[in-house]
């Protein structure tokens, strides 16, 4: 039977809602209204990555699960303790909050820890592919970590991304990766180097303007 959507239509749909984005954000009267949509484009690129992995088993969506869960619990100790990545707070940008804590962020990480396991498939069953996979992670982070303020994502406490944020990115994110090597979780996917690249794309371009006087805040 043929699929609804096809892996063609799923890349383009990826790359012109990035590529959109990237200039919605750019253009501070209508960046209220992309700032809205940004739980919207979180909950597509997971869907396009769930709905295109294959093999499709149990073991895959509770490690899948896992994630979403596991990695929600740490943003929402995280905020309400500071036990975990520093003193910050979430901002309307990312949509309803539980415990201040936006219920799409498991989400997030889910596409990225997916994204970087799927196209790291050659050194996915060496010992330190959670150890490069984890440092690729936090290198991504340290990318979006400016736009995110910038956006209203989430904001610091002193303005500063304190360094304890980037260790409990390396070590939840080796976690997860860890058990995705020790599981043997197959991740097939046609999709996911496009959004991994996209994604990418996205943050460097508006990290960059961040930091240019095109940007207005």
Known sequence: MKK???VYEAKKFMIIWYTVGIIGFSIKPVRPAFQILTPLGMIVAAFFLMFFHEPKNLKSWLVFGSIVIGTFLAEMIGVNTQL?????EYGPALGFLIW???WV???????LIYCV???AKPIRNKWYFPLIGAAALVAFDWIIEPVAIATGMWSWTGGSVPLKNYIDWFLISAFFLFLIRILKIEMNNRVAGVILCMLFIFFVVLNILTRTPLWIP
Do not use: E, K, Q
């Open 105 to 111: 962020i498991g989400l997030n990480w889910l596409a």
């Open 100 to 102: 201040g804590t936006p």
């Open 4 to 6: 609804w959507l096809t």
């Open 117 to 119: 396991s799927s196209v």
């Open 84 to 88: 975990l990545f520093g003193h910050y």
